[in-house]
Antibody
Framework: QVQLQESGPGLVKPSQTLSLTCIVSGGSTSSDDYFWSWIRQHPGKGLEWIGYIYYSGSTYYNPSLKSRVTISVDTSKTQFSLKVSSVTAADTAVYYC?????????WGQGTTVTVSS | DIQMTQSPSSLSASVGDRVTITCRASQGIRNDLGWYQQKPGRAPKRLIYAASSLQSGVPSRFSGSGSGTEFTLTISSLQPEDFATYYCLQHNNYPWTFGQGTKVEIK
């Protein structure tokens, strides 16, 4: 049974780059059956889909974040990553990674990232 | 972006009640819709995919229906563990978008 686990710093300074990794266990990021995505949830708010990556490296990013977001995949390590550059307080959120199969199917538990000096 | 409008935004119900949540898409999305349940401090959990297919392991009291622009999630007999926030998600058109959520509270 596949499981996903986010990891990364919980505190990032404004203007810096937020970097998170999602480790996939019980499955492979080199599978052509799935996409691998990132989703975030601002405190007390709804959910925002950030984007996803296919094992081949092809990506789609939400235009609301596109200029600042990079998602990459390391199939050898069964993990994928998220980078958000030039962060502000508005990027403070719980960040989730997910495996997509007709929409996000399996989710990580989430990791809280706070942007503050 | 496709706008997903959920209603109601919150509701109060009793154990055993039948509960219906509606999601309306700003344009047709075929059946490319999922329903998610989220409890406080937890990740969302998918209940329904392809508008009406029950995710494996999800109790049969949950059901989904609809196609095009109108979708419904029904809980046939509300149980104590069902008090949570529910979201719809469309994955027909980029970017995927969620409804604003429906909080189901105890009456």
């Amino acid at each position: 049974q596949v499981q996903l686990q986010e990891s990364g710093p919980g505190l990032v300074k404004p203007s810096q780059t937020l970097s998170l990794t999602c480790i996939v266990s019980g499955g492979s990021t080199s599978s052509d059956d799935y996409f691998w995505s990132w989703i975030r949830q601002h405190p007390g708010k709804g959910l925002e889909w950030i984007g996803y990556i296919y094992y081949s490296g092809s990506t789609y990013y939400n235009p609301s974040l596109k200029s600042r977001v990079t998602i990459s995949v390391d199939t050898s390590k069964t993990q994928f990553s998220l980078k958000v550059s030039s962060v502000t307080a508005a990027d403070t959120a719980v960040y989730y990674c997910a495996r997509e199969n007709g929409g996000p199917e399996v989710w990580g538990q989430g990791t809280t990232v706070t942007v503050s000096s | 972006d496709i706008q997903m409008t959920q209603s109601p935004s919150s509701l109060s119900a009793s154990v055993g009640d039948r509960v219906t949540i509606t999601c309306r898409a700003s344009q047709g999305i075929r059946n490319d819709l999922g329903w998610y349940q989220q409890k406080p401090g937890r990740a969302p959990k998918r209940l329904i995919y392809a508008a009406s297919s029950l995710q494996s392991g999800v109790p049969s009291r949950f059901s989904g229906s609809g196609s095009g622009t109108e979708f419904t999630l029904t809980i046939s007999s509300l149980q104590p563990e069902d008090f949570a926030t529910y979201y719809c998600l469309q994955h027909n058109n980029y970017p995927w978008t969620f409804g604003q959520g429906t909080k189901v509270e105890i009456k």
